[in-house]
């Protein structure tokens, strides 16, 4: 993983790094059928997680949602069910150019 280049409120809905590109964290998911795929988290999760990591935060990161919590593991990037200590992967994209949809 990269040094974070996180700019304090770049974006009004995501991080970003120093040039304007969009940051997304996402996580590793198993769907119906054996089907896997990332997907994006949560836009306050997003910016909860690049903002421990912009200021190098050491410790790792708990998001809580209602009864549901998981742990935040920069060293592994992974994240760990608190209930079940079900582990999936996560990773830091950076979006270099958003898809344009033509009508």
Same mark, same amino acid.
């Given at each position: #993983?990269?040094?974070?280049?996180?700019?304090? @409120?770049?974006?009004?809905?995501?991080?970003?790094?120093?040039?304007?590109?969009?940051?997304?964290?996402?996580?590793? !998911?198993?769907?119906?059928? @054996?089907?896997?795929?990332?997907?994006?988290?949560?836009?306050?999760?997003?910016? !909860? $997680?690049? !903002?421990?990591?912009?200021?190098?935060?050491?410790?790792?990161?708990?998001?809580?949602? @209602?009864?549901?919590?998981? +742990?935040?593991?920069?060293? +592994?990037?992974?994240?760990?069910? #608190?209930?079940?200590? !079900?582990?999936?992967? $996560?990773?830091?994209?950076?979006?270099?150019?958003?898809?344009?949809?033509?009508?």
């Amino acid at each position: #993983m990269t040094e974070a280049d996180w700019v304090d @409120g770049a974006l009004p809905n995501h991080p970003a790094t120093q040039s304007g590109h969009k940051i997304q964290w996402q996580v590793w !998911t198993a769907e119906k059928f @054996g089907a896997s795929t990332w997907l994006d988290v949560s836009p306050t999760d997003n910016w !909860t $997680i690049e !903002t421990s990591l912009a200021h190098s935060q050491k410790e790792d990161v708990v998001l809580s949602h @209602g009864e549901d919590s998981w +742990t935040i593991d920069f060293k +592994t990037l992974s994240q760990v069910n #608190m209930k079940t200590l !079900t582990r999936r992967a $996560i990773r830091r994209i950076v979006i270099l150019a958003e898809a344009s949809v033509q009508q």
